[in-house]
């Protein structure tokens, strides 16, 4: 069991940090990846620079709120986005399966040219590999993206600025891609059909920082969850992270979904929503610019940065209780993005 | 059949062409994308950058030569060099199955980080998903690379200096990784065992452009062999290409094996292989140079820039006819890279 890769290993909680640290750090090593941000920064030539990846296999390919074309183009603008850096260039590398219908990889094409120009990027380069039946499921896709960062914007990737008395916002409902990933393969019926959030956040984070909000810290709640985000910004650091559960925006149909299923909300993927940490005077201009958003018409103060309990987040129960919040064990649900 | 992905649409050739034109350019219609060059170049800040990505889905993973790993760093290396720049960051994207043994995974990454060092890179950002057992084969990897440009160079990636007169110059034999890959899969035994050529340009490229090397254009050849880079070269331009067949670099085993399967040695896939088009007075140096280094120790002049025959490449045979070199029309063998 333990020689060999297991799904738990692309969760994005503690074995693939595991992973990550024990294998990738050790071989690959270099101080801008030892910084384990979504996006690596780096200066050339004058230039500031913001460099990231993400391969795409979620499965299935087409589900409510988007696919997996979409989900390639605003994933990796988010880990751009989320670094501080105006997204520029993209890059695309599909691997297809023999005999995918050219009509779905027309959907998908389209999707990403969609999202693209949302986001205002150009896909300037590609590849495309075909692999023979049943050597791959349909079609992944590896985006790999550019942007340019402000040098005022580049502490934020590091968290540098993150100080106790920092305000934490979340920009709506946590878990809708999961959800709807799960309501897609296990096809459950809800009444009222939870669409996964896949979306650019480039445009509300451009709002942010334009708007003059002193953001500390930005990162976008994918694999592993808000849990996973929170608990690797606070690991080996001086401050700690106090969240109130219930001022975490959570649907009826998440909760009960979770309730039935045996999930914890807290670990549940989304692809269109992140964390903020903001100094405390800038928490409400904030909230009031992201609510002029459709990708923030929820969000909402969701805890604080403190001094006591240093390296550790905790969670405020609804029933007055204080459990700490640790990153993901295993794998919850595979091949979510 | 037509309305579905088949094999060919990811061999380099004519049908890989189709797709890009009638589905990628389609979509993703800008300016950069369109000059279809191994490397995007656009600058930044004032800085003039080079960006590409390939994923590797090669099979067997391990082959005499290499390793997927290996060719993952240097065939996107290699896409950087040829278009001049010197190659400074990468991406790595794994797509691994689930029960992959953890000690072939450290293997990859090991030779990933030894061919990194070797071509002066860094991998500054990474991903990793995981799939069930069964719905991709062992491990797929994709590499985007950044790379930084001199502005003297920018010429190169489009050929924009090629005039008849121009040499036409290749670093060594050809097919040593179609070779070495078909006889891995095929389990094949030759007497001298053919290694995959694998290996970064890079240092020789530098070499050649630092010796003062008037180079008109470079291209490694890939998937799809000499004939579809010279094909893609001419295409549509006011000069044709004229190229000696007796003056191929050919082992006997590439020749013999080629005879035996119905194989033309112009369309096998190399990944450590280049053809060069220098000024007229730049080939005798650039050959010297090439001489000094293991991956040129065979390079060879093989051809002319034609101002006859535009658009056209012509193939002198032994035998004294010529015939017109088109692209690969199919898929000459699967997951070569």
Do not use: W
């Not at 550019?146 to 914007?153: A, C, T, V």
């Not at 019926?189 to 509300?204: N, T």
């Amino acid at each position: 069991m333990n020689n060999t890769i297991l799904l738990g290993h692309g969760s994005g909680g503690i074995m693939t940090g595991n992973l990550i640290r024990n294998l990738f750090l050790k071989y690959f090593n270099n101080p801008l990846l030892e910084k384990l941000s979504d996006s690596s920064v780096f200066s050339v030539d004058g230039a500031t620079l913001a460099f990231t990846t993400d391969s795409y296999v979620v499965d299935p390919i087409f589900f409510p709120g988007g696919d997996i074309g979409k989900l390639a183009v605003c994933g990796t603008v988010n880990d751009l986005a989320m670094s501080g850096a105006k997204p520029l260039y993209l890059s695309s590398g599909l691997i297809l399966e023999e005999g995918f219908p050219l009509a779905d990889l027309e959907t998908i094409v389209s999707s990403m040219s969609e999202e693209a120009q949302k986001a205002g990027i150009q896909i300037i380069t590609g590849d495309t590999k075909v692999v023979k039946k049943g050597q791959c499921d349909k079609v992944f896709i590896n985006t790999a993206g550019i942007g340019i960062l402000e040098d005022r914007y580049r502490h934020i990737s590091g968290g540098l600025h993150i100080r106790p008395g920092d305000q934490l916002i979340v920009n709506g409902f946590l878990g809708d891609h999961e959800i709807a990933i799960m309501a897609a393969r296990e096809n459950l019926k809800f009444e009222e059909p939870v669409a996964s959030d896949v979306a650019s956040l480039h445009p509300i984070v451009h709002a942010l920082l334009e708007g003059g909000v002193d953001i500390h810290f930005m990162r976008d709640l994918t694999r592993g969850g808000i849990a996973s985000v929170l608990d690797e910004m606070a690991e080996n650091r001086d401050f700690g992270v106090s969240v109130s559960e219930a001022s975490l925006p959570i649907r009826d149909q998440t909760q009960g979904l979770c309730e039935l299923y045996g999930f914890d909300p807290l670990y549940l993927a989304n692809e269109g929503k992140m964390v903020l940490v903001v100094a405390r005077e800038s928490a409400g201009p904030a909230i009031e610019i992201m609510h002029g958003f459709e990708t923030g018409t929820h969000a909402a103060l969701i805890g604080v940065i403190t001094s006591s309990k240093p390296g550790m987040v905790l969670l405020q129960s609804r029933t007055g209780g204080t459990r700490i919040v640790t990153r993901l064990a295993g794998e919850q649900l595979p091949r979510i993005c």
